[in-house]
């Protein structure tokens, strides 16, 4: 399986971005599903986390109330839409699966490329 995040970019202070991550093969609905970021110099941190039936949902106290997660299992797809960011959301965000429920890194597989978050001040 091959996750690859996409929807990264530049963008301002109070600015908005959607992204993707797209899944290769037919589990895709069996795993619970995670974003997570990584800043320059920092420790790869959770962001979000849904279920695999969209049921539930975490997120890091940073981004409650700013990011929404989503997931579409038709189109093996998870969402991560981000509004009203801030300098200290930039860092590059990865996707990644779990087979259980967890906002640990270790617990998680599958890691992407990642795409870069850049917010301007």
């Known amino acids: 399986v091959q996750l690859q995040a996409s929807g990264g970019g530049l963008v301002q202070t109070g600015g908005s971005l959607r992204l993707s991550c797209a899944a290769s093969g037919r589990t895709f609905s069996n795993y619970v599903m995670g974003w997570f970021r990584q800043a320059p110099g920092k420790e790869r941190e959770f962001v979000s986390v849904?279920?695999?039936?969209?049921?539930?949902?975490a997120y890091t106290d940073s981004v409650k109330g700013r990011f929404t997660i989503s997931r579409d299992n038709a189109k093996n797809t998870v969402y991560l839409q981000m509004n009203d960011l801030k300098p200290e959301d930039t860092a590059v965000y990865y996707c990644?699966?779990?087979?259980?429920?967890?906002?640990?890194?270790?617990?998680?597989?599958?890691w992407g490329q990642g795409t870069l978050v850049t917010v301007s001040s």
């Open positions: 849904i279920s695999r039936g969209s049921l539930r949902f």
């Open positions: 990644a699966r779990s087979t259980g429920w967890s906002m640990s890194t270790a617990d998680f597989g599958s």
